[in-house]
């Protein structure tokens, strides 16, 4: 798994890659807390070139999700496939976590 981060207001952070946890998920967490710090308090997570995710993935986007909350903010997600969609709604992670088909739709929603 790979991300970047884009600063705009929300920030968006595009990952890439299976999304299956280990130290690529603690860096992840880490640059959440540092846009929480840096006063983001909306974040949207772009799924949109992840083809699998497991439950340490899942885990990752609920901590990411907490640390939000927490600050009074909000993490959205855009652009997850079928399999991740499935595997939300499976987990109830669906009426967690705000989805939008696109970065674009997330977008314009957190406007």
Do not use: W
Not at 36 to 64: F, H, K, Q, T, Y
Not at 83 to 88: E, N, P
């Amino acid at each position: 798994m790979t991300f970047s981060i884009d600063h705009n207001n929300p920030a968006v952070i595009a990952v890439a890659g299976h999304v299956i946890g280990g130290a690529e998920g603690m860096q992840f967490s880490q640059a959440i807390g540092e846009l929480v710090r840096g006063g983001e308090r909306c974040v949207i997570v772009d799924l949109a070139l992840v083809p699998v995710m497991n439950s340490s993935g899942l885990g990752m986007l609920v901590g990411a999700s907490s640390t939000l909350r927490s600050a009074g903010g909000l993490l959205v997600v855009a652009g997850a496939n079928e399999k991740i969609t499935a595997l939300f709604k499976m987990t109830r992670l669906d009426s967690v976590l705000p989805q939008y088909a696109t970065r674009e739709e997330a977008l314009a929603a957190s406007q």
